[in-house]
């Protein structure tokens, strides 16, 4: 587990010089580290190096990783991927940010059963930037109808957007996700984070005002498929 600490390492490293080069304060960034399939091993190898922010995929596995190291109480879990109605449960009394937002329908499900004692369940939404079929995500045009949705609902409260842009798209994604970043915080000051941004396209992210970066396999390594 070695490895995981001398990558994450190096992602700070990279990330720092990164934001220097572009005048941004690095620590106005927060670095997700994306632990979908690694063992609870790997996350507590990334935590004992300095690692607090993880993001997973599947609400199974998050909920299972948060029962079993619940002693590191300071572990932020971000929930990064599709969310159907029947595993919102799972979601809403473990992870601190859904990033993955698209459905009143699930919004409302996630203020009904998140826990009281935890608090306000932070969430973005997600802009499915580059149009795909296949994408999760809702349309530009969407994106303030449901932002006024959700912020009518208790314990939710909005932060931001996030995108996965479609292979080689990166770019003008980015710059589109960043004018619509813009207009949501006209009217919503508060919601000025901006998840995107992956192993492979990160720094281009940061160009476009990303605040939050998920890296996965530059941490981790290559993911292991089968447990997908």
Same mark, same amino acid.
């Given at each position: 587990?070695?490895?995981?600490?001398?990558?994450?390492?190096?992602?700070y490293h990279n990330l720092n010089?990164?934001?220097?080069?572009?005048? *941004?304060?690095?620590?106005?960034?927060?670095?997700?580290?994306?632990?979908?399939?690694?063992?609870?091993?790997?996350?507590?190898?990334?935590?004992?190096?300095?690692? /607090?922010? @993880?993001?997973?995929?599947?609400?199974?596995?998050?909920?299972?990783?948060?029962?079993?190291?619940?002693?590191?109480?300071?572990?932020?879990? +971000?929930?990064?991927?599709?969310?159907?109605?029947?595993?919102?449960?799972?979601?809403?009394?473990?992870? +601190?940010?859904?990033?993955?937002?698209? /459905?009143?329908?699930?919004?409302?499900?996630?203020?009904?059963?998140?826990?009281?004692?935890?608090?306000?369940?932070?969430?973005?939404?997600? *802009?499915? *930037?580059?149009?795909?079929?296949?994408?999760?995500? *809702?349309?530009?045009?969407?994106?303030?109808?449901?932002?006024?949705?959700?912020?009518?609902?208790?314990?939710?409260?909005?932060?931001?957007?996030?995108?996965?842009?479609?292979?080689?798209?990166?770019?003008?994604?980015?710059?589109?996700?960043?004018?619509?970043?813009?207009?949501?915080?006209? +009217?919503?000051?508060?919601?000025?984070?901006?998840?995107?941004?992956?192993?492979?396209?990160?720094?281009?992210?940061?160009?476009?005002?990303?605040?939050?970066?998920?890296?996965?396999?530059?941490? @981790?390594?290559? /993911?292991?498929?089968?447990?997908?």
């Amino acid at each position: 587990m070695n490895n995981i600490a001398e990558q994450l390492g190096l992602a700070y490293h990279n990330l720092n010089e990164k934001c220097s080069a572009l005048a *941004i304060a690095a620590d106005k960034l927060q670095l997700i580290a994306v632990s979908k399939t690694k063992p609870a091993s790997a996350i507590v190898a990334a935590y004992t190096a300095g690692q /607090r922010h @993880f993001g997973e995929n599947y609400p199974q596995e998050l909920a299972e990783k948060a029962a079993e190291l619940q002693q590191y109480q300071d572990i932020v879990w +971000h929930f990064i991927g599709p969310l159907q109605s029947n595993k919102t449960k799972l979601v809403a009394e473990h992870a +601190h940010w859904v990033h993955s937002l698209d /459905r009143l329908k699930i919004a409302q499900r996630l203020a009904a059963q998140r826990p009281p004692a935890m608090g306000v369940l932070k969430v973005l939404l997600q *802009i499915n *930037i580059s149009d795909e079929a296949s994408k999760a995500g *809702i349309s530009a045009a969407e994106m303030l109808p449901l932002a006024q949705q959700i912020s009518a609902l208790p314990m939710l409260q909005l932060k931001g957007l996030m995108a996965i842009p479609a292979p080689g798209q990166s770019e003008t994604a980015f710059a589109a996700m960043q004018q619509l970043s813009d207009r949501l915080q006209q +009217h919503y000051p508060h919601a000025t984070e901006l998840s995107m941004g992956m192993s492979d396209d990160w720094p281009q992210a940061l160009r476009y005002g990303a605040t939050m970066i998920r890296l996965g396999s530059a941490i @981790f390594g290559a /993911r292991d498929y089968d447990k997908e």
